[in-house]
C-alpha cells in the first residue's frame, strides 16, 4: 500500500517542530491538536512552503524533499492541491477564471476532474459569472476547494478551511468534504482544532502538542488513546463507531443500527436500510454491569464488552478501556470500580445511555 | 505669443526625462520594493532609509554629489571615461535617484497589502515564480503602479534643483520647464514664466484628479 513519509526538524524563534510521519495515501488524515501545536506548520512543511533545513517528504514513490541531498521541489510541481483557511480568491478574475487558474497550467493528459464534476459536487454553476467579493464566506470557501481539485493533484492539503465559517455555513461544506473525497478518491490531510470536524471527516487522526506528534491511527483508536485522554480530557470522547443501518422501527421512532454483531438504537433515521452511519458516545454516557440482568432494565442500548486497561483519571472517577470490535470508553466512579472488582480481561455489559449523530455535534 | 520654439524643445525635453526615468525606475524599483516588501533581512531599514532620503534631502545637495560621481574624477565618471555632467544621460540618472522613493514606496505598499497569500495560492496552482507574479500579483498591486508612474512622471517633470546642478540649463539638451521658467523670470518675461506655469499648474491638478477618479471609480478587474 502507497505511504506518505514524511520528517521535519525546524526552529523558529518561540518554536520547535520535529515530527516523522508514516500514513497510507488513503481516506482523510486529520492533523489535530491545540492552537500552536504546529498543525498548519507542519501542513505547510509538506507543501513545501516552509522548508525545514532537515527534511525529507515522500508521497509513494516520488520524492518531493530530501535536505540530506539537497532536493526540495517547490510547490508550484508537486501534485498538491491546497485550500487555505481564508479562501485566497483572485479578486481580480471572476469565480470562473478562478477555477480555471490552476486546470489551464496542467497539461491535458493529467485532468482527470472535470469541470463539470466540481461544480456539481461543490453546487456553485450559479456563480461562475460571478465576481468573487460579491460571494459569501461559504461560497468563496467553495470556490476554492473546487480550484485546487482542478489541479488533479495527488493529495489534497486541507488547513482549518471551515475556521471563519459559522456553524451553519460549515454544515453546508462539511458534507461537501465528505463527498468529495468518496467521489475523486483523492487522499486528503486535513488540519483541524474541531471535534466536530475530525468526528464527521476523519479516517484516521494524527495528534500533535507543542511541535511534537503525540498519536497517529484510526479515528477511533486515538480518541480513545490515554494520550488523547491526557490532553483533551474534557471531551470524554467514548468511541466513535462506524455502524450501518439495519432496520427502522417507526413505531417506536428508531432505527437499528449494526456495528460488529452487536445493535444500537437512535433515533429515527431517514437513511436506506445497509447506508453507513457514524455514531458518537461520551464516555460519561457508558455505564458497566458484571452480570447479564435478569429483570428487565430501560436502557435499550447494551453492548458485551472485555475490559482492555483501567486507567486512573483522579481521585474520584477512572476510565475503563473495553473492546466490543472497537475500543470504548466508560468513564465511571473508583468507587464503583473497586465495588465490581474490575479487572483487565473481564467481560462486562456496558449500558450506553445516549448515542449521538453527527448531525447533533457541535463544538 | 509667448511660447517660442526653445519652450517647446523644453517641453520635448522634459517628457522625455520623466518618461526615461520611470521607466528605468519600474525595471530598477519593481524587484527592489519586492524585496524590501517580503526581506526580513536587518538591512532593510538601511535600504529604506536610503531610498526615501530625497524626500527630506535639499535637492542641491543630491545634485552636488551626483554632479561630483558624474564628473571626470568620481566613480561614475571614471567607469565611463567620459563626464555625463550636463548630458540628458547624466539627468536621466539623476532624476532616477530623486523620483525614486515616489515609485519604490507605493509599489512596496501595493506588495505588501498584497501579502504572499495570493502568492502562495497560485504556486498551489501550479504557477511558477514569475508566472504567479505577472497574472496574480501585478494585477493586484495594479494600483500601486498606477500610483507609481504618475507620482514618478509627475514628480521628475516638477524637479528643479537636481536639473540645475547636474543638467545646467542647456537648450535642447537638458532645457527642462522648470528651468525654463526661471530662465523666464530672470529675464523679466513674466508673460512667458506665467504661460508654462499655468500650464503646469493645470497639467499637475489633471493628471492627480484622474488617478483619484480611476482608483475610485474602476475596481481592477482582469477577466
Redesign the interface.
Known sequence: MSRLIARFDVCYPSFHLNVSLDVPTSGITVLFGPSGSGKTTLLRCL?G?ERASDGFMQFGNDVWQDEARGVCQ????RP???V?Q?P?L?????VR?NLL??YK??SAEERRISIEQVVTILGIGHLLDR?THKLSGGEQQRV?IG??LL?SPKLLLMDEPLTSLDIQRKQEILPFIRRLHEEVRIPVIYVSHAISEILQLADRVVLLKQGILVGVGALNEVLTSLEFRKSFGSLRVGAVLDARVASHEPQYGLSKLEFKGQFLFVPLQLVAIGQPLRVHIFSNDVSLVVDRMTSATSVLNILEATIVEIREIDQSSADVLLDIGAPLVATITRKSLAHLGLKPGHRVFALIKAVALNEELTE | MAITELDLSALWVTLRLATMTVVVLLIVGTPLAWWLAHTRSRVRPIVEALVALPIVLPPTVLGFYILVALGPHGPLGWLTNFTLAFTFTGLVIASVFYSMPFVIQPLQGAFEAAGK??L??????????M??FL??IS??A?RGYISAVVLGFAHTIGEFGVVLMVGGSIPGQTRVLSTTIFSHVEAMEYAQAHAISACMLVFSFLVLLGVYIANRRFP????
Do not use: M
Not at chain 1, 517547490?74 to 510541481?77: A, N, R, V, Y
Open positions: 507543501a512552503l517547490p510547490l508550484s510541481t498538491i492541491g491546497y487555505f481564508e485566497r483572485f479578486p481580480h478574475y471572476s477564471s487558474y490552476g497550467r496542467i465576481r476554492a480550484r485546487a489541479t | 497569500g495570493p502562495e495560492a497560485a504556486w498551489s496552482l501550479r504557477a511558477s515564480k508566472d504567479a497574472t496574480v494585477p493586484i495594479l481592477i478587474h482582469v477577466s
